[in-house]
């Protein structure tokens, strides 16, 4: 009895048609998401093959145009290599023939320069021997007066150096005198021997007289000026020596030579 009622349950007219219905939304369900979409990417995937035979074929044809296309440009550019080569030949010995030119060029004048530096060598030698034989005679004048100078000699060289300041122009003396004014430092006085009082007096009376009498020398020796002395004021130097004089007739010397 209870195995009849479940039969009769099973095949009850609802449950048939919900089972119905139910099988009818899946079939739309499947036709909606499943079978729909599967469709369309076979679609789209037939599709995608056919453009990529067509683009296949598409890079066959370019790739035999391209061929094509080398072919003809290997035959241009052999032609264009044999007529190059063929300019490059020509060129070559046109070349050939140029460099052959400037080499002759090249020989005579470096024969003219060459000639030209035996001549200054000539010259710079004849310069040098008289350079030498002025240092020379420089040095042997230097030693004579070595032997003559003194403090006698600073002296007498000291009293023409207050002579050729009095015979300045007024607007150089003037400026001397401004430059002894305006710098602060000491006068400063190097004589070849040690300064004696004539000398002191001598110089600081004429100076005196000259650029004013705020002047404070100070005195200095220096042997290497044979005889006689240089004065500092500010940045001016007076000096009446014989090293300077016999250095200044040294470049003269120098210079008339050349």
Do not use: C
Not at 79 to 91: G, I, K, M, S
Request: proline share 3%; net charge neutral.
């Amino acid at each position: 009895p209870s195995t009849g009622r479940l039969l009769i349950m099973e095949l009850d007219p609802l449950t048939i048609i919900l089972e119905i219905i139910n099988f009818l939304v899946l079939l739309w369900i499947l036709q909606r998401f499943l079978f729909k979409p599967i469709r369309n990417a076979l679609a789209r995937r037939q599709e995608q093959q056919a453009q990529a035979l067509q683009e296949a074929e598409s890079r066959e044809q370019k790739a035999a145009e391209l061929e094509q296309r080398l072919q003809t440009e290997l035959t241009q550019w052999e032609q264009n290599a044999a007529r190059r080569q063929q300019e490059l030949q020509t060129q070559l010995q046109q070349e050939k023939a140029k460099i052959l030119t400037r080499v002759q060029e090249a020989a005579a004048a470096e024969k003219t320069r060459l000639e030209s530096l035996r001549q200054q060598d000539a010259a710079q030698l004849q310069q040098q021997l008289r350079q030498q034989a002025s240092a020379t005679a420089a040095q042997l004048t230097a030693t004579m007066l070595r032997r003559l100078a003194g403090p006698e000699l600073d002296h007498a060289l000291a009293r023409i150096l207050l002579e050729d300041l009095r015979q300045l122009p007024a607007t150089e003396l003037q400026e001397l005198k401004q430059v002894a004014a305006s710098d602060h430092k000491p006068l400063v006085i190097t004589v070849a021997h040690s300064a004696n009082d004539g000398l002191k007096q001598t110089l600081e009376g004429g100076l005196n007289n000259l650029l004013g009498p705020s002047l404070q020398p100070q005195y200095r020796t220096d042997p290497d000026l044979i005889s006689g002395l240089r004065i500092k004021i500010g940045s001016r130097l007076l000096h009446t020596n014989l090293a300077d004089e016999l250095k200044h007739f040294t470049t003269e010397s120098a210079d008339d030579a050349r």
